[in-house]
């Protein structure tokens, strides 16, 4: 009997070193997974920083020069105002920055329009990976995100009676009268008073 109970007792080591085993794998493999996890999250804010430039360098350049450049052109400022018409640029350079500042590549930056305003979609990878675990694909793979980034209009047109101004009301109350005669006036709106830029839903 004392022998029987001594085998049983050697039987269980190797029991134990399994189930050790693979709960220490198990545990590795929940570490791999999150460093995944955080990779990909690093790979969306690159995107959602690429997409968010390329869209503010147009609204600020292409966009504004547009708006401006139509005030003495008739009613054409009305359509630049509301994004009747789409400006030309792309903001290529400012969103492979933003990709470069978040240890990312640029790989494709598309035009597109959502709710027919002017958007941009980037694509980025990231320039680093998940990191060495018991996963050997965390070591080699790069995470890979994507980004839609739109503008959108703030302001409102109400039709009048004729004027020499061009007026118009934008969000949060603000009332704007501009001389057309007038254009170097530096009370003039700015970009970001007359476009919201933000991540498409």
């Known amino acids: ?13 190797p029991i134990y070193v399994v189930v050790v085993g693979s709960l220490l794998f198990l545990a590795f493999a929940y570490f791999a997974f999150a460093q995944a996890a955080v990779a990909r999250n690093g790979a969306q804010s690159a995107a959602d920083a690429s997409a968010l430039a390329a869209a503010q360098e147009v609204r600020n350049g292409e966009l504004m020069t ?11 400022w009305v359509q630049w105002l509301l994004l009747e018409k789409l400006p030309q640029g792309m903001g290529e350079g400012a969103a492979a920055q933003l990709a470069s500042d978040n240890k990312s590549t640029l790989n494709v930056l598309a035009p597109t329009t959502v709710k027919n305003y002017p958007a941009f979609e980037a694509s980025i990878t990231t320039n680093y990976t998940a990191g060495k675990s018991v996963l050997p694909v965390t070591s080699t793979s ?12 703030r302001c409102s047109v109400t039709p009048g009676g004729a004027t020499d101004f061009i007026e118009f009301d934008c969000d949060g ?3 704007w009268k501009i001389d ?7 009370a003039l709106p700015e970009a970001k008073d ?4 933000h991540l498409a839903e």
Request: zero cysteines; aromatic letters at 4%.
């Open 66 to 76: 547009d708006f401006v450049g139509s005030l003495d052109n008739g009613d054409e």
């Open 173 to 175: 109350g603000r009332h």
């Open 180 to 186: 057309p005669k007038h254009l170097d006036d530096p």
């Open 142 to 153: 790069h995470a890979k995100a994507h980004a839609v980034a739109v503008i959108e209009p």
């Open 1 to 13: 009997m004392l022998s029987r109970q001594g085998d049983d007792r050697g039987q269980t080591i």
């Open 194 to 197: 007359l476009f919201s830029v």
